[in-house]
């Protein structure tokens, strides 16, 4: 046993062969990454039906599909899982991958963990998704889970019991993500020269590793509540219900933040390389988004303008939300003066990325409007809320998640996808995507709150072309998914091992595909071979 | 086209794009809405609302004119060489300072609002207004100074709206109007009658769940809460009907408990009232006289 053991270990000419042991019991960073790719991306899909759900139903006013209670299901269903089961995991997959080739690292710092944060996901996500299977039916209360009303549902336990397994997988995969980055970096590889995506990424994990203990104790106080008669958020038993929200979003908005961050690092690292010229302000843009974590753990409340606070909370977390406009405008005006002077090419990475920073100033926009507590007084929990965090997770987060895959791409299967059908997909995807979520502005400004299965007749125009737009956007996605399949196991087009001309950094000087195992000996840094290395003075 | 023609056409247009951006004073939601309503209120953040959006519209005009001008200039295509500079500390300070100080006029505009907003004294009136699953109750508390005889009421999601909003009910929601207006999912079978030109307090609390009590004509929405009293204010300037609906999901008939408010004048109003108040004691006296015969074979 012992002997096989250390034989395992020293094995460095490939992966295993069976199955099950490549798969299962892997503990190569590569391997992991792309286990947490596919997951995210089944995960998208499976999030997308439920939205496709809630679309039909909203196409035209009347009830015609489903009943409210599972349109409410579906709604808070379709958060959980792209929150947790689509976007975070497909950050942490990307960091899996590209952090260790980036930094100069063999592999993760602790891979037996590695293993473990990404195989408890699947079953917090059976557990969760089972829900809808059971008498009662899944969790209704919106993901936010605001007492009293989670606590009706007969599915809590269940709910609560897999935001703690996915709250010990995003914890597991932080603090590797720390070790990696402090511990593993090649020698020459200073803090300061790392991309910013890794930088991104130091920075995300240390929010995880603060937020997520909190969530968890929130959740297990629902829990206690429901079950073992204490009276937290129960106002008859000397509780309060605007505790949990408190307690809620705190965890919650560094959380926003978690599934930010880590897309202004892709953004960062895809612009200079399509515009051949190094990145605009580097230490600029580190401390932006430092600065931006700092700020998203006192800004929860304009969650809540609408709870009643004191007046002098309001303005205090109305002027704090307001100063995040400062650091993400820094990094808005830098990426536009890194494309100034530059030599651009538009192929599909660089294209979702000026995307991104388009559609994600303009979710930051209308963040700057919600930011107004008198004006949220209107705004909050209608649909102009929905568009704004639908901009800036779908055409923010969402979007710079397929930026990130079809840069990577060649690097991770050796070969090119088709820059056709990358074009197909996000030409469609980029205009479905406005058609989706443009006119939700308008009803919210009009008065339709969110959450609601039905709606007056006012509002069936804009719903109407809301849903087309989404039904489009969804099937969109099916030619991502074709795109994927056929680079994978069909493309005769190898890629370089610089597969992207102006692509400076260390994970385009390994071979494409990247061999299983890399960097074994620490590569000698030169520093002009760095994205960021010697560019700042 | 002379140049009177151009100028016509300008000002038809300009007159147009205000009548969709916020020229027309919408009480209740209308077909292809684009903004916010003005509202119908003393207190209003509409203007505050424009402004914001203004300020985004230039910026983003600004910005996003400087990315498609790189978009067309800087691209290989037409022969450009990547220059080499990646720094400027002059440029960083200037979009460092410049955003500050928007910041703190729209800061400015905003804490005046709230403040306004916050102070619920010398109020003329108190409604208690009670969130239910799935329905609203209003309380008349006090008008001038004196207190309200048992005047309450439970507010709920009219007949014809409930019926047609049914899982395949086949029933045209088209069809459901009040005076021309659509009021399907936007009407209750007794409306909340409150007087115009009057400083009205509001004190929202929950009955069981979070609810939240919004009419976007009164320009704010309030948070019902078990437990906790919320007040708020409003001082309705125009008499009319004002729709509304519960903005804080609170289970599977969230969408179905509307708000309507009826503001009238005052004198109507106090009339209204008086009549209330009389049938309250009418009820009351029917109940105790129900209720001492029923109690006397006891004693």
Redesign the interface.
Same mark, same amino acid.
């Given at each position: 046993m012992a002997h096989a053991a250390t034989h395992d270990h020293h094995d460095h000419h490939g992966a295993p062969k069976g199955f099950f042991q490549r798969w299962v019991m892997s503990t190569n960073h590569k391997d992991i990454g792309t286990l947490y790719l596919i997951f995210s991306l089944t995960m998208f899909f499976i999030g997308g039906a439920f939205a496709m759900v809630i679309r039909a139903e909203l196409f035209k006013? =009347?009830?015609?599909? !489903?009943?409210?209670?599972f349109f409410?299901e579906m709604t808070t269903m379709h958060a959980l899982v792209m929150i947790f089961g689509a976007i975070m995991p497909s950050f942490v997959g990307l960091a899996n991958w590209m952090i260790p080739l980036m930094v100069g690292a063999p592999d993760m710092a602790l891979p037996r963990m590695n293993n473990l944060s990404f195989w408890i996901m699947p079953f917090a996500f059976i557990l969760l998704l089972s829900t809808l299977f059971m008498p009662g039916g899944g969790p209704?209360?919106?993901w936010t889970m605001?007492p009293? @009303?989670s606590l009706?549902g007969e599915s809590i336990a269940y709910t609560i019991f897999a935001v703690h397994l996915m709250g010990i997988s995003s914890i597991m995969g932080a603090i590797n993500i720390i070790a990696t980055i402090l511990n593993m970096r090649a020698p020459g590889m200073d803090l300061l020269k790392m991309p910013v995506f890794v930088w991104s990424w130091l920075i995300t994990a240390f929010l995880l590793i603060a937020v997520m203990p909190v969530l968890a104790g929130a959740v297990t106080m629902l829990l206690t509540d429901k079950y073992f008669h204490t009276n937290f958020f129960n106002?008859?038993g000397g509780?309060?219900?605007?505790l949990f929200q408190h307690i809620f979003w705190f965890f919650g908005h560094p959380e926003v933040y978690i599934m930010i961050l880590p897309a202004f690092g892709i953004i960062s690292e895809i612009i200079p390389t399509f515009?051949?010229?190094? *990145?605009?302000?580097?230490r600029?843009m580190v401390f932006a988004i430092a600065s931006i974590a700092f700020l998203s753990f006192i800004v929860w409340a304009h969650h809540m303008f +609408? !709870?009643?606070l004191p007046?002098g909370a309001?303005?205090f977390f109305?002027?704090a939300t307001? @100063?995040i406009? !400062?650091p993400t405008?820094?990094k808005? #005006?830098?990426w536009?003066?890194?494309?100034?002077?530059?030599?651009?090419? #538009?192929e599909t990475p660089m294209l979702f990325s *000026?995307a991104f !920073?388009?559609l994600f100033? *303009?979710g930051g926009?209308?963040g @700057?409007?919600l930011a107004? +507590?008198?004006?949220d007084?209107?705004y /909050?929990?209608?649909y102009f809320v929905v568009a704004h965090f639908h901009y800036v997770l779908v055409t923010g987060a969402a979007f710079s998640i397929m930026a990130a895959a079809y840069y990577w791409l060649p690097k991770w299967s050796g070969n090119m996808y088709s820059e056709t059908w990358g074009k197909i997909h996000f030409w469609s995807s980029v205009i479905s995507v406005n058609v989706l979520f443009f006119p939700q502005h #308008?009803l919210g @400004?009009? =008065?339709?709150?969110?959450?609601?299965?039905?709606?007056?007749?006012?509002? +069936?125009?804009?719903n109407m072309i809301s849903s087309i737009g989404g039904f489009w956007f969804g099937a969109s996605q099916l030619i991502f998914l074709g795109v994927v399949i056929h680079c994978v196991f069909f493309s005769k087009k190898k890629a370089a091992d610089r597969s992207w001309e102006?692509a400076k950094g260390l994970e385009w000087t390994v071979p494409s595909p990247a061999p299983f195992h890399t960097f074994d000996v620490p590569p000698v840094i030169h520093d002009d071979e760095l994205a960021h290395g010697n560019?700042? /003075? | 086209m002379t140049s009177g023609g151009i100028g016509r056409s300008i000002s038809a247009w300009a007159a147009g794009a205000l009548a969709l951006f916020g020229g027309a004073a919408w009480a209740n939601p209308e077909p292809n809405q684009l903004n916010m309503t003005k509202g119908a209120a003393e207190w209003s953040p509409y203007a505050m609302h424009m402004v914001a959006l203004w300020v985004c519209v230039v910026i983003g005009i600004v910005v996003f004119g400087a990315m498609f001008i790189a978009m067309f200039r800087f691209r290989k295509s037409r022969g450009a060489v990547a220059e080499k500079w990646s720094h400027s500390t002059k440029l960083e300070v200037v979009w460092t300072v410049i955003p500050v100080i928007i910041l703190i006029f729209l800061a400015h505009l905003a804490t005046g609002g709230l403040t306004s907003f916050a102070d619920t004294t010398n109020s003329e009136m108190t409604i208690k207004v009670t969130g239910y699953q799935w329905k609203w109750r209003y309380d008349y508390v006090d008008y001038k100074g004196k207190g309200v005889d048992q005047v309450g009421f439970i507010s709920k999601l009219e007949e014809t709206s409930d019926r047609t909003r049914q899982l395949k009910s086949n029933l045209d929601p088209d069809k459901i109007k009040v005076d021309g207006y659509n009021t399907y999912l936007l009407d209750v079978d007794k409306p909340l009658v409150l007087p115009t030109n009057t400083k009205i307090r509001f004190v929202i609390v929950g009955g069981d769940v979070i609810h939240s009590w919004w009419v976007p004509a009164l320009g704010w929405k309030m948070d019902a809460i078990p437990g906790i009293a919320n007040a708020a204010w409003t001082n309705i300037k125009e008499p009319g009907v004002y729709r509304g609906q519960c903005a804080e999901l609170c289970g599977q008939d969230h969408g179905f408990m509307p708000i309507v408010v009826k503001a009238v004048p005052r004198a109507e109003f106090e009339q209204w009232l008086a009549t209330q108040e009389d049938e309250a004691k009418v009820q009351k006296a029917a109940q105790t006289a129900q209720t001492v015969p029923a109690q006397a074979p006891q004693g």
């Open positions: 006013p =009347g009830m015609q599909l !489903v009943q409210p209670y409410n209704a209360g919106g605001y009293p @009303l009706q106002a008859a509780g309060d219900p605007v515009s051949r010229k190094p *990145i605009f302000g580097y600029a +609408a !709870v009643g007046m309001e303005i109305m002027y307001m @100063l406009a !400062v405008g820094v808005v #005006f830098n536009v003066s890194t494309m100034w002077g530059g030599s651009m090419t #538009f *000026i !920073v388009i100033t *303009i926009f209308s @700057l409007m107004l +507590a008198p004006a007084f209107q /909050h929990d209608t #308008f @400004l009009a =008065g339709m709150p969110r959450r609601i299965p039905d709606y007056n007749v006012a509002f +069936a125009n804009f102006g560019t700042e /003075h | -």
